[in-house]
C-alpha cells in the first residue's frame, strides 16, 4: 500500500505561481512512476503530468506544457508540481497518483493509488 498526501493549494491570482508537493509513504518510493490529475466542477479528471521513477522522463497535458514542471526527490519520498503563469481555467482540485511498475501513462486507470486532492483556485 502507498499513503500520498497533497499540499500546497490555495488562492492564487491569475499569472502567479503555486508549488503542490506529495508526500508518499507505505512502499518504496523510487519504484513508483508518479502522477498529477485534476478534476474541475462538473468535468471529468484529467491529466496534468506524470514522471518516471528515476525522474529521467516526464510528460505533460498539452494546456500546462511550458508552464508546470514536475519534479520528484527519492530521498525525501516527495514529487512536486510547479505551477507558473497560472490561469483561471487551472482551477480544480489537482490529485496526487502513485503507478507501481510500468511506464509513464496519462491514463488514470492505470495508477494504484491516489491522494485526497488539494484545491487549487487561480482568479481573474
Known amino acids: 500500500q502507498v499513503q500520498l498526501v497533497e499540499s500546497g493549494g490555495g488562492l492564487v491570482q491569475a499569472g502567479g505561481s503555486l508549488r503542490l508537493s506529495c508526500a508518499a509513504s507505505?512502499?518504496?518510493?523510487?519504484?513508483?512512476?508518479m502522477g498529477w490529475f485534476r478534476q474541475a466542477p462538473g468535468k471529468e479528471r484529467e491529466f496534468v503530468a506524470a514522471i518516471s521513477w528515476s525522474g529521467s522522463s516526464t510528460y505533460y497535458a498539452s494546456p500546462v506544457k511550458g508552464r508546470f514542471t514536475i519534479s520528484r526527490d527519492n530521498a525525501k519520498n516527495t514529487v512536486y508540481l510547479q505551477m507558473n503563469s497560472l490561469k483561471p481555467e487551472d482551477t480544480a482540485v489537482y490529485y496526487c497518483a502513485a503507478r507501481s511498475g510500468g511506464t509513464i501513462t496519462s491514463t488514470p486507470s492505470l495508477y494504484n493509488y491516489w491522494g485526497q486532492g488539494t484545491q487549487v483556485t487561480v482568479s481573474s
Open positions: 507505505g512502499r518504496t518510493f523510487n519504484n513508483l512512476v
